[in-house]
C-alpha cells in the first residue's frame, strides 16, 4: 500500500472517531438539558438523584468537550493480527464495543514500552499525526524487522517534531510521545511519595501531570471523592500547565501555590535569605505551640468585680481550672476557648448568686450568667486568660514584639530572632505561609457567632424549601416533616464537584499531591502539605541543582526522611527534551563551574546557532538585550521570546515605552521580561539573557543562572558587558 493509501484508510478510521465523539458530545447535552428541564419539583429522593444525574452529564459533557486536538495518536498492531487503536480517552461504539482505547488503559502499555528488545507482543507502533481532524502523516516504529510494512521507518519522528514546534506559553501534553523511561514513572504504583528528580528540560512537569492523570483513571474511586492537589511555584507557572490535564480529559484537579495555601495572605514581602532559612525549620512547630500556650495563661492575682453592687473574685485557681479543663478537649485554641468561658462563667455565676444571697439553682441564673458574660470587665479578665486571636495575628505579634518571639523560641540565637523581626503590616513572605497554616491549625478560626448565623440562616432557607416541596408534592402526610425533610435534604446534598469542595474547604484532604519544583520547598512548607495529604500519597518533581531557597534543599533523602520516613523512592531522568545540545552543554559547563551539582544531561537534539554572546559597553547591557530580544521576536513566525535580567522592572517600563513610541512597528506580543526566579518550570523559544555576572551574584545565585540558561527551546542570546561567568567560553565561539 503507498504512504497516501495508507493516510486515507487511518483517515476513515479518524473520521469514524470524531464521528463518535461529536455524537456522544450531543448527547450528554440532551440528557443533561432533559434533567434541567425536569425543574426542582418532585420526591426529596428524586431531587437528589437528578442532582447526581445533572453532575454526571456535565462532567462528561465537559470532558467531551475538551477533548477534540489528537483525539487518536496511535495504532498498536500485535503479532496475534489484533489492532489497537489509542488515544486521549477510550471511547465504546453504539453497541458499547471499544473502538479507541484511552492511553492509560493497562491495554496501551506497549504504544510507550515496546522496544525491539522487549516487543511486548508488537510488531509495530503507529504515529498517526493529526491535525484539525486530518490525517496529515504517518511514522511507523517497526519492532520486529522480519515483517513488511508499507511505510518507511520514521524512529523518533514524532517527537522531534513536537519538540521542535514554537512555544505558545502554554504547555502542551506530551500523550502521543511519552518515553519509555518517562512512561514507568507515570504507571508507577509506588506507593508513597514518588520522587522524580531531573535536570532541566527532562520532562518532570509533564511526567507530573500525566502521572496525576493516569492516578486518577485507574483509581478513579478513590480520587474522584477526595481529589488531586497541584502544587507549583508561581501563579504563572499554574496558567502555564493549565491546560494539560483538561487536554486528557481531567478536569476535576485543584491547583496551587504554596502562598495559596492560606487563603486571603498577599504576599508581599522578600525574606532574606538568612530569614527564610529560620522560618523553614521545624523548630516553629514548637514555637508555635509555645505562642498558643502563651495566649492562655493564669493572671499574676485575683481580680475584684463590681456587678450591681455584688463583688466576684476572678481566682487564679478557678482561672488554672478552666484552663486545664478548656485544654483536655484537645481541640483547637479559639475553639477549645467556649469551654474557658463557659467553666469560668459557671463558677463566676455560683459566685455571684450566693454572693447576692440566691440558691445556685435559682430561677435567674441564665440571666445572671448572660450578665457576667456581656459585662466588660469579666470579658476582658477572661480575654485576658484565654485570648482569642487569629493565625496570622498570632505570627505577626512573634516577628513584631521581640519579647514575645523571645518567650516563644528559646531554641532561637538571638541573631536568629533578629533574622525574623518584621514590623506589624510590612507584608507577608511565601516563608510566612507555613508558620500561618500551622498556627490555624492550632487556633482554629475564631468563633464570633457569624458561622452560627450562617448555619441559622442556610437551615432557615432548607426549611422554607422543604416546606414548599411537602406542599407542593402533597408529599409528607404527616410521615415527615419540613425539619426533617431539610436534614435530609443537607445530608445528601451534591455540593459541586470535588474540586469546588476542596477549594473551599481550608481542612480538605487529598487522596494525592503531586508538587512541582519541589526543590524549593522547606521543612515547614512540607509539614503544610502533609497535613492535606496524610496518607502521603504524593509525586515530587524537582532538580536539587536547581534549588534558589535558603530554606530548599539540595538533598531529597535528607530533607524527606523526616516527613515520609522510608517511603520514598527515586527515579531519576537524564533525557532534556527542551535545549538544544549546545545550549544544554554550556548550561551544565556554568553551573558546574559555579559549584552546582548538577545532573548528568542527555540532550535530545541540537540545532545550529544555536548561541549568540554579544559584549556591549559599560551599562549598556540592559538596553542591547531588550532590543535584541524584540529583533528577535520580529524574526519568529511563531514561538515567544523572554528576556531574562536582574533589573526587570527598568526592563518592563523600558518595554512599555518602547511598544508606545514604535506603535504598529512590531509585533511585541511575543516578548515578555522576567527575572530568573519569574522562569521556574517555564520555557520559551528564545531567552536573552542581561548580564549572566549579575544573576550570578543575585540572591538565587548559580541556581537562578542555570534556570535562566536552560529555558530555551531554540535560541539563547547573552548580552553582557561585565566579565561572563566561568564556563561560557564556546568550544567553537558563537557569532
Ligand atoms: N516525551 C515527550 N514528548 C514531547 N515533548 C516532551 C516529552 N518530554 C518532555 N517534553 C517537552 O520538553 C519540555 C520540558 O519538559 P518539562 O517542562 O516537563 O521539563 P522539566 O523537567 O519540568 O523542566 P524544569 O526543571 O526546567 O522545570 C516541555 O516542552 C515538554 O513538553
Not at 191 to 205: E, F
Not at 320 to 326: E, L, N
Not at 374 to 393: C, G, H, K
Not at 690 to 717: K, N, Y
Amino acid at each position: 500500500m503507498t504512504k497516501t493509501h495508507e493516510i486515507a484508510t487511518e483517515q476513515a478510521v479518524v473520521s469514524r472517531f470524531y464521528d463518535r465523539l461529536d455524537e456522544l458530545r450531543a448527547l450528554f447535552r440532551a440528557r443533561l438539558a432533559a434533567v434541567r428541564k425536569s425543574g426542582p419539583s418532585g420526591s426529596p429522593q428524586n431531587r437528589s438523584e437528578r442532582d447526581a444525574f445533572a453532575a454526571l452529564y456535565e462532567d462528561r459533557a465537559n470532558q467531551l468537550d475538551a477533548i477534540e486536538d489528537r483525539l487518536c495518536f496511535g495504532r498498536l498492531d500485535a503479532d496475534d493480527g489484533a489492532t489497537t487503536y489509542i488515544g486521549r480517552i477510550g471511547l465504546t461504539d453504539a453497541e458499547h464495543r471499544p473502538i479507541l482505547t484511552d492511553w492509560r488503559a493497562p491495554a496501551a502499555a506497549p504504544f510507550y514500552r515496546a522496544t525491539a528488545a522487549h516487543r511486548l507482543g508488537i510488531w509495530r507502533r503507529r504515529h498517526l499525526t493529526v491535525e484539525r481532524r486530518k490525517v496529515v502523516a504517518l511514522e511507523d516504529d517497526l519492532l520486529d524487522v522480519d515483517r513488511p510494512a508499507g511505510v518507511e521507518l520514521a524512529g523518533e519522528g514524532a517527537l522531534m517534531a513536537a519538540l521542535s514546534q514554537g512555544r505558545t506559553g502554554k504547555m502542551h501534553d506530551i500523550v502521543a510521545t511519552i518515553q519509555s523511561e518517562q512512561d514507568r514513572i507515570i504507571r508507577s504504583e509506588v506507593p508513597g511519595a514518588l520522587v522524580v528528580q531531573g535536570g532541566p528540560g527532562t520532562g518532570k512537569t509533564a511526567v507530573a501531570l500525566h502521572r496525576a492523570a493516569y492516578l486518577l483513571y485507574s483509581h478513579r474511586d478513590r480520587l474522584s471523592k477526595s481529589g488531586v492537589l497541584i502544587v507549583g511555584p508561581s501563579r504563572t507557572f499554574l496558567r502555564y500547565i493549565d491546560q494539560v490535564l483538561p487536554s486528557l480529559g481531567e478536569t476535576g484537579v485543584v491547583s496551587t501555590t504554596i502562598a495559596g495555601l492560606v487563603p486571603g495572605m498577599a504576599i508581599t514581602a522578600v525574606d532574606t535569605p538568612q530569614a527564610a532559612r529560620v522560618k523553614g525549620s521545624t523548630a516553629w512547630l514548637r514555637i508555635i505551640e509555645n505562642a498558643v500556650r502563651a495566649r492562655e495563661r493564669v493572671p499574676a492575682a485575683d481580680e475584684v468585680i463590681s456587678i450591681d453592687g455584688v463583688q466576684v473574685v476572678i481566682r487564679r485557681d478557678d482561672i488554672a481550672g478552666a484552663i486545664a479543663k478548656a485544654r483536655r478537649r484537645h481541640k483547637p485554641h479559639n475553639e477549645a476557648r467556649l469551654t474557658f468561658v463557659k467553666e469560668m462563667l459557671r463558677v463566676l455565676t455560683d459566685q455571684y448568686l450566693v454572693a447576692d444571697g440566691q440558691s445556685p439553682d435559682s430561677e435567674f441564673r441564665g440571666v445572671v450568667s448572660e450578665d457576667l458574660r456581656t459585662n466588660r470587665n469579666v470579658r476582658r479578665a477572661l480575654n485576658i486568660a484565654w485570648f482569642p486571636i487569629t493565625a496570622e495575628d498570632l505570627i505577626a505579634d512573634l516577628f513584631a514584639k521581640p519579647h514575645r518571639l523571645e518567650q516563644a523560641a528559646p531554641m532561637l540565637s538571638p541573631a536568629e530572632r533578629d533574622a525574623v523581626r518584621r514590623e506589624r503590616g510590612a507584608g507577608w513572605s511565601v516563608d510566612d505561609v507555613p508558620l500561618v497554616d500551622h498556627a490555624w491549625q492550632l487556633l482554629g478560626p475564631i468563633d464570633d457567632g457569624s458561622r452560627d448565623r450562617d448555619a441559622e440562616r442556610e437551615r432557615e432557607q432548607a426549611v422554607a424549601f422543604a416546606r414548599d416541596v411537602l406542599d407542593g408534592s402533597g408529599a409528607g402526610g404527616g410521615i415527615v416533616d419540613a425539619e426533617t425533610l431539610a436534614s435530609r435534604f443537607s445530608a445528601g446534598r451534591v455540593g459541586g464537584s470535588t474540586a469546588d469542595r476542596a477549594t473551599h474547604d481550608r481542612d480538605w484532604v487529598y487522596g494525592h499531591i503531586v508538587v512541582d519544583e519541589a526543590q524549593e520547598l522547606s521543612a515547614m512548607a512540607w509539614r503544610s502539605l502533609i497535613r492535606r495529604c496524610p496518607t502521603r500519597s504524593f509525586t515530587i518533581v524537582g532538580d536539587t541543582a536547581q534549588t534558589s531557597s535558603a530554606a530548599g534543599t539540595r538533598n531529597w533523602e535528607h530533607r524527606l526522611a523526616r516527613p515520609f520516613g522510608h517511603n520514598v523512592h527515586i527515579e531519576t531522568l537524564t533525557v532534556n527534551y527542551r535545549t538544544p545540545a549546545a545550549i544544554s552543554d554550556l548550561a551544565v559547563r556554568v553551573a558546574r563551574a559555579a559549584g552546582l551539582r548538577v545532573s548528568t544531561l542527555t540532550p535530545a537534539r541540537d540545532v545550529p546557532d544555536a548561541i549568540r554572546i554579544e559584549p556591549t559597553g559599560p551599562g549598556a547591557s540592559l538596553t542591547a538585550a531588550l532590543r535584541l530580544g524584540v529583533a528577535e521576536a520580529a524574526k519568529l513566525a511563531d514561538g515567544t521570546v523572554v528576556v531574562i535580567t536582574s533589573q526587570a522592572p527598568s526592563a518592563r517600563q523600558w518595554l512599555a515605552q518602547y511598544a508606545k513610541t514604535n506603535a504598529g512597528l512590531h509585533d511585541l506580543t511575543r516578548i515578555s521580561v522576567a527575572s530568573a526566579q519569574d522562569v521556574k518550570g517555564l520555557e520559551y523559544d528564545v531567552v536573552v539573557i542581561d548580564e549572566p555576572a549579575a544573576i550570578l551574584s543575585g540572591p538565587g545565585g548559580a541556581a537562578d543562572l542555570f534556570v535562566a540558561l536552560t529555558r530555551a527551546t531554540r535560541r539563547l542570546v547573552v548580552s553582557h558587558s561585565a566579565d561572563l561567568p566561568a564556563g561560557f567560553a564556546l568550544p567553537h565561539p558563537g557569532r
